[in-house]
């Protein structure tokens, strides 16, 4: 019996993959405990909270453009679940003619180039004269959000048994309770992973936002890019470094809660 031979460079090629990926991090975490107070920290010089303390006195507004994102991305993910999910059930359960024409233009918006997305918003709100601000940010937010919800929600009902639902309707529920008592849960891992995907994608983007955003409203990105200025303050470095915690305990929260339910 032959067995495959393991290369010798694998172990080699799989801790330079690990590296490139997770070296950048570890210079954020790092550098949000130096103590180098000048106005561009690049010399590690000591340990220190200073950031930290900085950070929650709010001294540069990093924590108000950082609930102005999550409000953006929390309302725009909430009105992309409903779009993206139903648009998804309803193309699941009819089939017509024109349906893969339909189907490519609801996922169009993740396959424009931001910046021509962002200057075609621009256009559109300045000619209905819209006031730039939460609102158009909300609306270019939904509309490139809707299409990983809709993406993945109909992945997912592609391997659902169309017969469930079918048999839901023979036994005399009203297709309403049959989507929420039926379709709903089944596809509900889906709506969740859409929506987690939307989340990032909305907190993270910048292109499409300094295009409709308001004179009044600064998400997160935006704020950090116009602090490049004047030099970007060690506060970011502080912010990010309790994100990745977080995002590290929401994960292994996840985990556990995912293991026990195997176990059970």
Request: with cysteine; aromatic share 10%; net charge positive.
């Amino acid at each position: 019996m032959n067995r495959k031979r393991k290369s010798p460079w694998a172990p080699l090629y799989l801790t330079l993959v690990l590296i490139l990926l997770y070296l950048p991090i570890v210079v954020v975490v790092l550098y949000s405990f130096n103590a180098n107070a000048s106005r561009y920290p690049n010399e590690f010089t000591g340990f220190s909270l200073q950031y930290y303390k900085a950070l929650f006195r709010d001294t540069k507004g990093l924590l108000r453009a950082l609930k102005t994102s999550l409000i953006l991305a929390a309302c725009s993910c909430g009105a992309s679940m409903v779009i993206g999910t139903l648009g998804a059930v309803g193309m699941a359960r009819r089939k017509f003619r024109g349906q893969g024409a339909l189907e490519t233009l609801a996922i169009l918006p993740i396959m424009v180039p931001e910046i021509i997305l962002g200057m075609a918003f621009l256009a559109v709100f300045t000619a209905v004269g819209l006031k730039f601000g939460m609102l158009t940010l909300t609306l270019a937010h939904v509309t490139f959000c809707t299409p990983y919800i809709f993406i993945i929600v109909k992945g997912r009902l592609a391997g659902m048994d169309p017969s469930l639902a079918e048999a839901s309707r023979d036994l005399g529920a009203t297709p309403v309770r049959t989507f929420f008592e039926i379709t709903l849960p089944l596809i509900l891992p889906g709506v969740l992973s859409g929506v987690m995907l939307a989340f990032a994608m909305s907190l993270d983007d910048f292109v499409i936002s300094f295009f409709v955003t308001g004179a009044t409203t600064t998400t997160l990105p935006l704020k950090i890019y116009s602090s490049v200025k004047t030099g970007v303050s060690l506060q970011v470095n502080a912010l990010c470094t309790l994100m990745l915690v977080f995002v590290a305990v929401v994960m292994a929260v996840k985990t556990l809660v995912v293991d026990r339910r195997k176990n059970q």
